[in-house]
């Protein structure tokens, strides 16, 4: 992924969309924000397999109860499979998660526009669905809502989330980082959110 968006990086000489997304690097939330009031009517997807799709009648869980009445340290990457996400973003997590337990936080979330179906796949993949809950954002409203999103179409992704990553406590916004372009890993990992607890 890198190489490609590098590639399109030297081609295009930055695009409209991604002099945008510099210029607004923290987004339209920030630290004291209340990210379920920056998304109030959008639902994310927990991963899960087709069967546990059909047999919830394909359920969704309203952004306001992932994060109401507890403390959360979410994170959100371009895609599923992807270099970065897979090497390096999603471990980060999932080789702190005692740490974060220790801080006291309820859960670990990662994010990401892709359909819950695919998520899932991906994080047995990397055996990280016990530690993190996965979500999806298959059709990416909540990174709309949040100015989140990116168009990573240069690099075959299409519309997809920057890397970011808060901390998150009863729904108010206590860190927030964002990469500024998403091969990027500097200040999004995990070592660096439980530093900021």
Same mark, same amino acid.
């Given at each position: 992924?890198?190489?490609?968006?590098?590639?399109?990086?030297?081609?295009?000489? #930055?695009?409209?969309?991604?002099?945008?997304?510099?210029?607004?690097?923290?987004?339209?939330?920030?630290?004291?924000?209340?990210?379920?009031?920056?998304?109030?009517?959008?639902?994310?997807?927990?991963?899960?397999?087709?069967?546990?799709?059909?047999?919830?009648?394909?359920?969704?869980?309203?952004?306001?109860?992932?994060?109401?009445?507890?403390?959360?340290?979410?994170?959100? /990457?371009?895609?599923?499979?992807?270099?970065?996400?897979?090497?390096?973003?999603?471990?980060?997590?999932?080789?702190?998660?005692?740490?974060?337990?220790?801080?006291?936080?309820?859960?670990?979330?990662?994010?990401?526009?892709?359909?819950?179906?695919? #998520?899932?796949?991906?994080?047995?993949? #990397?055996?990280?669905?016990?530690?993190?809950?996965?979500?999806?954002?298959?059709?990416?409203?909540?990174?709309?809502?949040?100015?989140?999103? /990116?168009?990573?179409?240069?690099? /075959? #992704?299409?519309?997809?989330?920057?890397?970011?990553?808060?901390?998150?406590?009863?729904?108010?916004?206590?860190?927030?980082?964002?990469?500024?372009?998403?091969?990027?890993?500097?200040?999004?990992?995990?070592?660096?959110?439980?530093?900021?607890?």
């Amino acid at each position: 992924m890198a190489s490609a968006l590098a590639r399109a990086k030297r081609t295009c000489r #930055l695009s409209a969309a991604a002099t945008m997304a510099i210029r607004r690097a923290f987004a339209s939330v920030s630290v004291g924000s209340d990210i379920v009031s920056a998304a109030p009517s959008v639902a994310l997807q927990k991963a899960r397999t087709w069967d546990e799709g059909v047999s919830s009648n394909f359920s969704t869980t309203p952004v306001k109860e992932i994060f109401q009445g507890k403390k959360v340290v979410i994170f959100g /990457l371009p895609g599923a499979y992807t270099g970065v996400c897979s090497a390096q973003h999603v471990p980060s997590y999932k080789n702190n998660i005692e740490k974060f337990k220790a801080k006291g936080i309820d859960s670990v979330i990662c994010v990401s526009v892709n359909d819950p179906y695919v #998520l899932n796949g991906w994080a047995e993949k #990397l055996q990280a669905k016990e530690a993190i809950e996965f979500y999806g954002d298959f059709d990416g409203s909540f990174h709309k809502s949040l100015e989140l999103d /990116l168009d990573l179409s240069a690099a /075959l #992704l299409g519309h997809r989330s920057q890397r970011w990553s808060a901390y998150v406590d009863d729904g108010k916004i206590k860190a927030f980082n964002v990469e500024k372009v998403p091969s990027e890993f500097k200040v999004s990992g995990g070592e660096v959110i439980l530093g900021q607890i």
